[in-house]
């Protein structure tokens, strides 16, 4: 069982930036693929980014190519997302979760944290 704490949320205005981490304990986090979710008011939750335990292959969503960064420290076991040029679209509440090595979903979630971006 793998616990998952987001941090780094907050306000920011458009054009800023801020640096989420993802904390988890409780499992091998080196085993697992990590990801970061979005959720907007009124809306499905979508993928932003992942990364696999490697740190190899990190794939993002076409809305936040060349804005966003996803990393992971496996001596930590943090994941990162780096949001830069930040927009109020990307309003939502952000959570971190993970896919078991072999696994083909995502079955561990944190709680979210909510990042504002104003106009």
């Known amino acids: 069982q793998v616990q998952l704490v987001e941090y780094g949320g907050g306000l920011v205005q458009a054009g800023g930036s801020l640096r989420l981490s993802c904390a988890a304990s409780?499992?091998?986090?080196?085993?697992?693929?990590m990801g970061w979710f979005r959720q907007a008011p009124g809306k499905e939750r979508e993928f932003v980014a992942g990364i696999s335990w490697t740190s190899g292959n990190p794939n993002y969503a076409d809305s936040v190519k060349g804005r966003f960064t996803i990393s992971r420290d496996n001596t930590k076991n943090t994941v990162y997302l780096q949001m830069n040029s930040l927009k109020p679209k990307d309003t939502a509440v952000y959570y971190c979760?993970?896919?078991?090595?072999?696994?083909?979903?995502?079955?561990?979630w944190g709680q979210g944290t909510q990042v504002t971006v104003s106009s």
């Open positions: 979760a993970a896919r078991p090595m072999g696994d083909s979903t995502y079955v561990y």
């Open positions: 409780g499992g091998t986090f080196s085993r697992h693929t």
